[in-house]
């Protein structure tokens, strides 16, 4: 592949796919806290599972095309299991979850 085909593939990731995929991790991460809100659920395993999916069900979206599919979604899986675990620290720090107790 030339280095300008290169370049504009690059292009259209980062401006056309990455907003796609920003806007459906805050929609369905929305709906996955107000989930574990109600249900008061603050184990860690549960938002990591949920971070995990959440990466899963955006990439599946976002790259439903490119053809190696879904064998290239473990480092984002990981890395949304990392960011629901950090959600979660952040949101029981700051009080976000002010009635759910402590686990």
Do not use: H
């Not at 030339?2 to 805050?26: H, K």
């Not at 109600?38 to 860690?44: E, L, N, V, W």
């Not at 299991?81 to 952040?90: D, E, H, N, Q």
């Amino acid at each position: 592949m030339p280095a300008s085909d290169a370049f504009i593939s690059f292009v259209w990731t980062f401006f056309l796919y990455l907003p796609f995929a920003y806007g459906a991790e805050f929609v369905l991460g929305l709906v996955a806290w107000q989930l574990l809100k109600t249900y008061r659920i603050t184990s860690p395993w549960f938002y990591a599972a949920g971070g995990a999916l959440i990466a899963l069900a955006s990439f599946a979206l976002v790259m439903a095309r490119v053809s190696n599919g879904l064998f290239s979604a473990l480092p984002f899986v990981v890395a949304g299991a990392i960011s629901g675990l950090v959600f979660r620290s952040l949101a029981l720090r700051l009080g976000v979850n002010a009635n759910v107790s402590r686990t």
